[in-house]
């Protein structure tokens, strides 16, 4: 999982400036919580490599109009783990305008890019797989996204929370098919890599612990069945028993950890495991009767 989080974010930085650069912009700005402070807009990210992105993206922009020259301006701050940056409150509104207008348009990719990589997230645990956005409440970028992907199939599980929206998916296959969406190639496939191992493993364990679960249940039958013939043995009536049933007794001594399948086919006149049971469900009723004093199920016909 640590090796996946390292490929995401580190193929997330490193794709190609793809047009319009403005829409990925406006979504990385749409995913960070903000304050309004004067002329600037302050925003922050517990991400450096977003802030980098987002700069990169802030070069190829052709601002217009009065905005033209407002840069994103880094904030020394005390708070730990965060970073905060400023831009111009007429730049920040042409981004907020980029957003509303591209909002009337479906499926843009290149903002669901930059959404994601602000506020979303990839959580591979023990059991299950979990994409994560939770774009900041009362923008309406939540609900833009949800729309976008409802319209290409996909199942979003959404939760609301005090802060922000946060939006699920949780089937592989589509997670895998949202990450090629968004450009994310390299993670997709190494995503598939995971679910096909996670798989083989899980089957390699299910068959491990269904033949060890099959031992122990042969061996536990082995050893009742010995602790029956050995109370038969100090009733004295092993050898009272008719052939099919001493043969079946003999067996069993002589080989105390086989299979009931395995005990059938050792006999002089091999038979299937059903008939194993049944026989030895018939020593046990009749132990049962002749420990009770009632040797009426006894047969005393001898061997043939």
Not at 210 to 223: F, G, H, P, Q
Not at 286 to 304: E, H, I, P, T
Request: net charge positive.
């Amino acid at each position: 999982m640590e090796g996946l989080n390292h490929t995401i974010w580190d193929e997330w930085g490193a794709l190609p400036v793809s047009q319009p650069v403005k829409d990925e912009a406006a979504g990385i700005i749409d995913g960070m919580s903000y304050n309004v402070e004067g002329e600037d807009y302050l925003f922050t990210s517990p991400r450096l490599f977003v802030v980098r992105r987002l700069m990169r993206l802030w070069g190829e922009c052709e601002w217009s109009g009065p905005a033209d020259g407002e840069g994103i301006r880094l904030i020394h701050t005390q708070q730990r783990g965060r970073i905060v940056f400023s831009i111009g409150r007429r730049a920040a509104t042409e981004i907020f305008a980029v957003t509303n207008a591209m909002a009337k348009r479906t499926r843009n990719w290149n903002w669901v890019r930059g959404l994601f990589g602000s506020c979303g997230a990839l959580y591979i645990p023990r059991a299950g797989y979990y994409l994560v956005i939770r774009p900041p409440a009362g923008k309406g970028s939540a609900e833009r996204v949800q729309a976008i992907l409802k319209s290409c199939g996909f199942t979003v599980g959404v939760r609301k929370k005090m802060e922000c929206r946060e939006l699920m998916l949780r089937d592989q296959q589509q997670i895998v098919t949202f990450l090629s969406r968004i450009g994310l190639v390299k993670t997709a496939l190494d995503l598939e890599e995971t679910a096909i191992y996670r798989s083989m493993r899980s089957h390699a364990n299910k068959l491990v612990n269904c033949d060890a679960a099959n031992i122990n249940k042969s061996l536990e039958a082995a050893r009742l069945q010995m602790e029956l013939i050995r109370q038969m043995e100090d009733l004295g009536i092993v050898e009272e028993l008719p052939a099919p049933l001493f043969e079946l007794v003999m067996a069993r001594k002589k080989n105390p950890s086989i299979t009931l399948k395995e005990l059938g086919q050792t006999l002089p006149r091999p038979i299937s495991k059903s008939t194993v049971e049944y026989r030895w469900r018939k020593l046990e009723t009749m132990l049962r009767k002749q420990s009770k004093g009632d040797d009426a199920n006894v047969l005393r016909k001898g061997r043939r």
